[in-house]
């Protein structure tokens, strides 16, 4: 029990201090991390050993030899004014230089150029050599781009870490495998590196062939970071391909889409669902043969979930051809738990937990708030471990540095304990859920636990408002699941489907943008509320402008956002009332950003409403935050936004079941404390109570068939009854 | 010169108190109000004997006996859900039975059904009669509207008096001049009149045909109101006419425009400006054989703008053929002022000051705060009254409950004096301007002084961010005009103008919406920027969707808003710099409701950002509030909101300068105090200085050659050098 499913980083020159830790934690693998190397004997020490491999970077001396094969970027210039009829694009302006150079082939095949200014492609332009486009016959004072091909000359994740930490070191050129030649090098490689580490038996790739789009501006501060962007994967020789396969030729605006770069939040076209089916196919067929390789000689092969991730897509149809035996991902809270730990088609899931052992934190007289860190990290991904656990967890950096806080050292090992305990009280039996909770997107199930990401883990102050949604969900005791439009239109609603969640700003995927236009799915989901089921909106759900309706389904939501066309209607409805959702509520409810100019239908029950104090004597004021709607049988509720919070994760619980007419499963495995969360176990028939506060709280915990029991936590307490 | 100008109410009951208020205040002229009658020698006590006329109520015999001569109003009912395949809808639910009835003439002709789901007409539907239009074939779970007419029983103003005061008056129904019968009535009605009030000689209308859209809900309230609104125009007669005289038969959604009834802030499409045209022509020619009428008895035809206003459009070009002599409007503030005094084509203007004199302000013991309101009052439309000023003022109510308040009487008596004497300053000649300055929307110089108006002079969250830049604008030393897109588009931009300024949200008519997708326009603006003049923006200036940019002169005003589409691109210009824009800022600044998401290019200048205090540790957050941008030899400026405050008036005035380069303007016929304005006659050679603020300042005064002086200015004080 007090054994295994924990990795820690180890050392050549740590050894023995190593084989202490692993007892104490209970620790059954070690791995290298960047500035470490695996000791030679590394199997003595544990009976997993992890080696970092990198597939595409780190061969110098094969890429300057084969500078023709190196990767592309697709990128697109700024806008550039024309002043005169003739106009000379830099292409590189404003790109990093040290990153990127131009792939002079064949610019007419493949190049774009745009006149932004009317929409227009346009044809009068020619490649003049030296990174520079001539365009002829522009018209002043429009803006013209141009989409071209880079070559990838530094490793996006090498060189920020060289950025970051002032490292000097050799600069990664990345390879292309679409090269045969290369392709055959690397699987060389592979061989090769599988000869050289006969201690090694986990393969850790960090990661396969493209990494997220991550590109440096030209004092190579970071330029453009999306970490699902699929810019780096795109090539002439991947859209020659991409023809012969698809039957029609790509276009460089497919992807570039105005500088978006059909990034996450743009609702994917077509063409763009095409093209990422394509790469989806060539990376997984392409690893699939280095992961054989490796499950010939006996090692397992493990996908580190970030650099060069992408064309994994983890929750799409082709990621199950690699065969892979475990994904391993860093855990920034409840949401990347989970985004972890749901990945089908893997023996095993590990996160990488905080704090990362380097000076930053491990230094002199800093014990506390790495013990701090620790807690934090813990308590927050706990949440999410109680309803789907991981089955490994780890550390990374250098353990000889967290070797020298004694309290740390005997916390981790209680984290260690404290999570084979819920893996095992899980082992094999899903937690009870009284509620089934679809998001409702552009993406469904292919982007399950990725909304609302831009660069991965990194806050936003557009977007934490709409995150607290999935993080507050990634703990609650309900069944959550990610449909997407296409689901709807194509099958309509799974029957087991209790409540929809639409999240997010107008436009975008979250949200959904033009498809609220469709009246296919607006009347699907208006005649599944009004049958008797719930519909939740944060911020501008539904959203698409249509005469005086924004949210097309304000019928049911009983809210809409006024956008300037519809001042003359006179607004009533801004009594604030009581309600089942708001019952635990102390205080002022944090909406985050919260939401402009929204306003109740008379027929809504406003529960609560902003007023600022500028407008005390004026009438007709406030903007709603949260309100309920009855909608035939069914239910619809309007959040303005819902940063997680232990307060803001009971509403959306409490705003769920109402809004399904389930309030009587409040009290069914339940914690009354919003800093508690209850998980059941019926195959176990165990409950477990965790505190998630710093601090010791009283609760009341309702087991499954709602009989009372007063309960004391400690702080960050798991209780099992 | 302490004689005229001034018009005060009377009462048959009042001579004697009237008689010594007029030689108290100068005035040289009484009229009735609500609830007063003229005495009969009405002439003997004044000059100008103005008596209000009611055009087309307070004929109930007539009205009675011909109940298909009453007003039509064009309405479209609530949204109707189907939930089966028969939909019957209830015409005028949630409007009040008391103001509508039903109009059943050829629904099949006019009448029109839409599936606002798909957003397609329908025509499976039939008028069931008694209020009720039943559908077939719905399409379960779509919503269903219906354009129909209804009968005006009952004035709209009347209606408002009549609830808000708990009248009990027999209620005016509202007769329809296209029907000859009643229009010959209607004149002969004048005629007699005229024979009857030989007493009076200005009539005071209020006003002619056609009332603002205004309606009232199943409780008689307010429902829907909109002082620019057409729908009340709109009748089966004159459709009919508008097919005659244009050719082609309109339609009522022309007009209902999915709901929002194509108000002030909705682009006015070519149709409805057709109806606008066709409705003018109707109302200019109809009232001026009224008018022909009075002036043949030697009376004064004078406009109340308000009420029944629809139809004259004084900044149209129509409004000339009606040969008024003069119009009067209630004045609440400097835009007020500027949108009477401005009218073309009439030889006098005239405001109605605040307070009135009814009981709710008039009260014992209430003397101070009446004194307060009048100050306040005056102080506000006193600036723009130096920049063109009304040629008459007065004020409302009950004589004789103002004549109970000593101070009240003597500080009028004061106001009057202070108004005959800017009169007379400026008489004949336009205040010095250093600077031109166009507002740019979709209206121009239709709706001069009319931007961002909902109800007439009511405050709504949504628009005081941008009222206050016409209220700066109103009293600022700086020549002011209205031009519209389609102007650009036709004759480009005129020479003189210094500086060009678009205001207000995305999508309405006034940032212009569609119109940036136009690339004539926008290139026009970039071309005239780039040759050396100002372009400033407030709120989403420039606003239309097109790919990565949301602000379709983003170049030009060095901002843009972040939509959700382009997180992914790193912004590092967050720093706030000092500048000549706001050099005069005391505190912080007041951007009312801001702007959420507005980030700054590179090669802006940030001079206000907002930063909430919850984000302290966090990185890229901010909400630029005020940034500056160079482009080309001209210059953009960017200001998220602007309420009017003295601060707001000024950093607008230094905004203007900068931007068209004229910042050495700034001293010229100024006062360095933020409290002041200073206006110069430079056919008098006189200068005026006043203290906006309630309480003394001291001010540095520059003349038109900078040469400074110091001032001491009381409270509102105005001082003539």
Chains 1, 2 share one sequence.
């Not at 969900?473 to 799974?494: E, N, Y």
């Not at 001042?567 to 939401?595: C, P």
């Not at 007063?710 to 099992?720: C, F, M, P, R, Y």
Request: glycine residues 8%; contains cysteine; charged residues 25%.
């Amino acid at each position: 029990m007090n054994k295994g499913r924990v990795t820690i980083p180890t050392d050549e020159n740590y050894v023995e201090g190593t084989k202490e830790i692993a007892k104490l934690w209970g620790a059954d693998a070690v791995r290298d991390c960047d500035g470490t190397k695996l000791p030679k004997n590394a199997l003595e020490i544990a009976e997993k050993v992890y080696n970092t491999y990198f597939v595409v970077r780190g061969d110098n001396a094969w890429a300057d030899k084969h500078t023709d094969e190196l990767q592309s970027v697709l990128l697109m210039t700024g806008y550039c004014l024309a002043t005169e009829e003739t106009l000379t694009i830099d292409l590189l302006k404003g790109y990093s230089r040290d990153q990127l150079g131009v792939n002079e082939e064949n610019p007419n095949k493949y190049w774009q150029v745009f006149d932004r200014t009317t929409g227009e492609e346009i044809f009068t332009w020619e490649y003049v050599g030296a990174g520079h486009v001539r365009i002829e016959n522009a018209k002043p004072y429009h803006e013209y781009t141009v989409n071209f091909f880079a070559k990838n000359l530094w490793d996006s994740t090498q060189m920020y870490n060289y950025i970051t930490n002032n490292w000097n070191i050799e600069k990664h050129k990345v390879m292309d495998t679409r090269f045969s030649a290369t392709f055959e090098h690397i699987k060389d490689n592979m061989r090769k590196w599988c000869d050289e580490n006969k201690n090694v038996n986990v393969v850790r790739y960090t990661t396969f062939l493209y990494h997220f789009f991550l590109v440096f501006n030209e004092i190579n501060k970071e330029k453009h970071v999306d970490w699902f962007g699929y810019p780096m994967t795109a090539s002439p020789k991947a859209f020659d391909a991409f023809e012969k396969e698809y039957g029609y030729m790509l276009k460089t605006e497919d992807i570039v889409a105005q500088g978006t770069y059909q990034n996450n939040f743009v609702n994917p076209t077509e063409t763009f669902r095409d093209y990422m089916e394509f790469t989806e196919k060539y990376v997984t067929k392409t690893v699939r043969e280095l992961v054989d390789i490796i499950h010939a000689e006996g090692k397992e092969a493990m996908m580190f979930l970030g650099d060069s991730w992408i064309g994994t897509e983890p929750y799409g149809d082709y990621f199950k051809d690699m065969q892979l035996d475990a994904v391993v991902g860093s855990v920034g809270g409840g949401v990347t738990v989970r985004m972890l730990s749901e990945i089908p088609h893997v023996k095993y899931h590990e996160g990488r937990f905080l704090p990362y052992f380097f000076p930053d934190t491990f230094f002199e007289g800093n014990e506390d708030n790495a013990v701090a860190e620790l807690n934090r990290n813990w308590v927050t991904a706990r949440r999410a471990m109680m309803r789907k656990p991981l089955e490994r967890m780890g550390f990374g950096g250098y353990l000889s540095l967290a070797a020298k806080f004694p309290k740390f050292i005997e916390r981790a090992g209680q984290v260690c304990d404290e999570f084979r305990s819920i893996c095992d009280a899980s082992d094999g039996g899903k937690p009870y859920s009284g509620l089934t909770v679809a998001v409702l997107n552009a993406w469904g199930k292919k982007r399950s636990w990725m909304c609302h990401m831009v660069a991965h883990e990194l806050w936003y102050q557009q977007v934490y408002s709409y995150q607290g949604v999935y993080e507050a969900l990634s703990g609650l005791g309900v069944a959550v699941r990610f449909i997407s439009f296409d689901d709807i239109k194509q099958k309509g609603i799974d029957k087991d489907i209790d409540v929809i969640l639409n999240v997010g700003d107008a436009g975008t995927a979250f949200s959904g943008g033009e498809y609220w236009n469709d009246e296919q799915i607006v009347t699907a989901v208006r005649k599944w509320v009004a049958a008797g089921h719930g519909f939740i909106g944060v911020g501008e759900p539904t959203a698409y402008q249509k005469g005086c309706k924004f949210f097309q389904l304000s019928d049911v939501l009983g809210v809409d956002k006024e956008k300037g066309f519809t001042l003359s209607e006179d607004k009533y409805n801004i009594e604030r009332k009581a309600h089942f959702i708001t019952a635990d509520v102390q205080g002022e409810i944090d909406f985050g950003e919260g939401m402009k100019n929204v306003y109740a239908l008379n027929k809504a029950q406003v529960l609560d409403i902003s007023v600022s104090n500028r407008f005390v004597r004026k009438v007709n004021v406030g903007e709603v935050n949260l309100a309920v709607n009855e909608y035939g049988n069914g239910r619809g509720v309007y959040i303005a936004g819902l940063p997680y919070s232990p307060q803001n994760a009971r509403i959306l619980l409490r705003a769920m079941l109402w809004s399904a007419h389930k309030e009587t499963e409040l009290t069914k495995a339940y914690s009354s404390n919003v800093h508690t969360d209850c998980s059941y176990y019926p195959e176990s028939k165990r409950y477990a109570v965790i505190n998630n506060a710093d601090y010791a709280v009283k609760t009341t915990f309702y087991d499954i068939d709602g009989n009372a029991k007063d309960l004391s936590l400690k702080a960050g307490e798991i209780v099992w009854l």
